[in-house]
Structures are given as C-alpha cells and as structure tokens.
C-alpha cells in the first residue's frame, strides 16, 4: 500500500499538464521509474520529447517540491525512443540516427564560434563579430548556447526578462543586434545542473521559439568542449561553419584541434581560426609585446589547412568594456582589439563563402 507522502507526491504530477497533449505528465506517460522515500526523497525519470517544452522539467520538479514532507528532488530527464520509452542500459546493438537539419532559412548564415577550452575569449568574439557586422547594417542575431556559463548578456549589457508575443520568445536588442540566453531566462546565480536532454531541449526552443524575424546572420556562441550542445546544433540546424577560437599557448592550440576535429567530422566546415590574446598592446606608445608563446593559432590554421581570420590582442580597456556591457568595436573602434576585431569580421565574412561586407578604414 502505497505511504501517504507516495499519494500525495503522485497527486502532485496529476496536476503537471502537457498542452502538446492535453493530458497530465502520469497519464501521458513522462514520468518512469518514480521512488519515494520514507526520508522525503523523490526520483524519477522524465520522458520529454523535442516538440515538449522544457518548462515542463521546471513545473514538475516545482510541483513535487512544494509537496510537504519532501526533503530532495532528482529528476533524470531522457527523450523517448520510438516504443515510448528509453531503456535503463541500452545495449551495445542499440544505435541512435542522427536527426537532419531541418531548413531555417530565416536565420541566414549561421555560424557557431567554438573552442576546445574554457577562458580563450571565446563569447567576446561572438559579441563583438555580431556588433561588428551589425554596425555595418547587417540583420545579426546572437543565440548564447552555452548553457552552463552564459555570457552573452554581460557583453552586450541586457539584464531584462524577454517577453513573449505570439507565444514566441522576443529576443532583446543591443546595438542592433537580437540576443537571447538562458541567462535572461533564469536568475544570475541559478546553477544549470542539467543532462544533455535538456541541454538539447533548450537549444532547439531557442532556435524555434525566439521570434528571430528575417536575419542576415545568425551567430551561435557555443560552450567550450565537444559535448551535448555542439552536437545538437550541428543536428538541429544548418551551420554554414564553424569559426574557432584559442590563445596561442599550446594547451588551448590541442584543445581546439578537437574541436575543430569535431565539426568536420559532422559535416560542418571550419572556416577558420581566431587568435585571442595574441599579444599585449601597450594603451601608451602602441608597442607590441608577446606575453604568451606566440603563433599557436597560425600553426593551427596550418595544420588544418585553413586561414586564420584573426589575432586579436589585449588590451587594457577590454575587460572594463565588457564589465560595462560594450563591445569593443562600438566602445573603442580605432583601438589595435577594435580594428583587429573588425578586421576579422571581415574575414569571416569573406571565408563563410557570402558576400564581403564593406568596413571602413579606420586611422588613428
């Protein structure tokens, strides 16, 4: 006979509907495998599919927790199999076919900025190719897919929950450029504790359920690694390329040879390197300083065969730009980082096989 907190807790997801299917997260089958303990502890396992929503997770952990006499909450969110369910340990036979890319060609030319490690600069580059190509009158997007670490809105100085019309999310816009992140989404100090499924699930709904409109380029600045959200973006839209970034030191070189190694070998060309941290650029007399071992990058772009779009250097006013929300193309344009970065823009403009946008000459 099942305890009291058991009834209480499965009456508690009675409550949890699905709208896809009208139904309530017991009946519709999502939840597997549920335990009770007699210490207030419940587990179970989530059955969420690509066309759920992920708000479902947050309702139903929501749900059981405010359930009295529960204690902790472990959900292990999967997405069925073809029979309805996904088996504990799947055998060796069991194979998964990759989904195709489905066509959106609203977003126009997709690029995702990678790394194989973490503290390269990657999301300032994102940040400051989308304002670079924005100040060119380009329709850009950024979508910050690193979910563990957003910093998207830092860079670009939003704070401000999206709203929501016509039952999609409307990205926020700085610099004329639309962004969403999961940190817009969730509050600053909210650790993401979550599985590849709902990691998958939350890069899918940014692609389809942000209300991008008609966009020339969309940039997707994705976590450091080769792991869950590189892989559902190469499966979930059509990338015109990768652009990697590294510093020169040899640890972060071997780090984005991986990754690098990873999109070719799902069919995403890598159009090229950038080189962060280059060099040190002196704000007094401009003079140029190696801090770092240098030419990581170039022998990079070598051994892959591909260019090296950039070698952007420090610079003393980055960090404090960033703090203020303003990427350094829009802050400082005539900087040795501002030029180098608007450069490089262009750069991957060109070797992204479209049309090369026309930036200024900057002196100074």
């Given at each position: 006979?099942?305890?009291p907190?058991?009834?209480?807790?499965?009456?508690?997801?009675?409550?949890?509907?699905?709208?896809r299917?009208?139904?309530?997260?017991?009946?519709?089958?999502?939840?597997k495998?549920?335990v009770?303990?007699?210490?207030?502890?419940v587990?179970?396992?989530?059955?969420?599919?690509?066309?759920?929503?992920?708000?479902?997770?947050?309702?139903?952990?929501?749900?059981?927790?405010?359930?009295?006499?529960?204690?902790?909450?472990?959900?292990?969110?999967?997405?069925?199999?073809?029979?309805?369910?996904?088996?504990?340990?799947?055998?060796?036979a069991?194979?998964?076919r990759?989904?195709q890319?489905?066509?959106?060609p609203?977003?126009?030319?997709?690029?995702?900025?990678s790394?194989?490690?973490g503290?390269?600069g990657?999301?300032?580059?994102?940040?400051?190719?989308?304002?670079?190509?924005?100040?060119?009158?380009?329709?850009?997007?950024?979508?910050?897919?690193?979910?563990?670490g957003?910093?998207?809105?830092?860079?670009?100085?939003?704070?401000?929950k999206?709203?929501?019309?016509?039952?999609?999310?409307?990205?926020?816009?700085?610099?004329?450029?639309?962004?969403?992140?999961?940190?817009l989404?969730?509050?600053?100090?909210?650790?993401?504790?979550?599985?590849?499924?709902?990691?998958t699930?939350?890069?899918?709904?940014?692609?389809?359920?942000?209300?991008?409109g008609?966009i020339?380029?969309?940039?997707v600045?994705?976590?450091?690694?080769?792991?869950d959200a590189?892989l559902?973006?190469?499966?979930?839209?059509?990338?015109?390329?990768?652009?990697i970034?590294?510093?020169?030191q040899?640890?972060?070189?071997?780090?984005?040879?991986r990754?690098?190694?990873?999109?070719?070998?799902?069919?995403?060309?890598?159009?090229?390197?950038?080189?962060?941290?280059?060099?040190?650029?002196?704000?007094?007399?401009?003079?140029?300083?190696?801090?770092?071992?240098?030419?990581?990058?170039?022998?990079?772009?070598?051994?892959?065969?591909?260019?090296?779009?950039?070698?952007?250097p420090?610079?003393?006013?980055?960090?404090?730009?960033?703090?203020?929300?303003?990427?350094?193309?829009?802050g400082?344009?005539?900087s040795?980082?501002?030029?180098?970065?608007?450069?490089?823009?262009?750069?991957?403009?060109?070797?992204?096989?479209?049309k090369?946008?026309?930036?200024?000459?900057?002196?100074?």
């Open positions: 006979m099942p305890s907190l058991e009834v209480a807790v499965a009456e508690a997801l009675t409550n949890v509907r699905n709208p299917v009208d139904r309530d997260v017991i009946s519709a089958g999502m939840v495998d549920l009770v303990t007699a210490g207030g502890g587990s179970f396992r989530f059955l969420l599919t690509r066309d759920d929503s992920a708000q479902l997770v947050r309702e139903t952990r929501k749900a059981v927790r405010d359930v009295e006499g529960v204690t902790d909450v472990r959900i292990e969110v999967e997405e069925p199999n073809a029979a309805g369910d996904v088996p504990r340990r799947p055998g060796p069991a194979t998964a990759p989904p890319p489905a066509p959106l609203d977003l126009g030319t997709v690029l995702a900025i790394s194989g490690k503290g390269v990657k999301s300032t580059v994102a940040a400051n190719l989308a304002a670079a190509l924005a100040r060119e009158g380009k329709r850009v997007a950024v979508m910050d897919a690193d979910i563990y957003p910093n998207i809105p830092r860079l670009f100085g939003v704070s401000e999206p709203g929501v019309r016509g039952g999609k999310i409307v990205p926020l816009e700085r610099y004329g450029v639309k962004l969403i992140s999961l940190g989404l969730v509050d600053r100090d909210a650790p993401a504790i979550w599985r590849g499924p709902i990691v699930k939350i890069i899918v709904q940014f692609l389809r359920d942000v209300d991008w008609e020339d380029y969309f940039i600045d994705l976590p450091p690694g080769t792991g590189q559902s973006l190469a499966q979930s839209v059509q990338l015109q390329g990768a652009v970034v590294t510093t020169p040899e640890l972060a070189v071997g780090d984005a040879l990754g690098a190694k990873m999109f070719q070998r799902v069919g995403v060309p890598v159009i090229g390197i950038v080189e962060n941290m280059s060099y040190f650029a002196c704000p007094h007399c401009g003079e140029r300083s190696e801090i770092f071992v240098s030419g990581g990058g170039q022998r990079l772009a070598a051994e892959l065969g591909i260019p090296l779009l950039g070698q952007i420090l610079q003393a006013e980055m960090a404090a730009m960033a703090d203020e929300g303003k990427p350094v193309v829009v400082k344009p005539d040795p980082a501002g030029r180098a970065l608007t450069e490089m823009a262009e750069a991957v403009v060109r070797h992204a096989g479209t090369s946008i026309s930036l200024p000459v900057i002196t100074g």
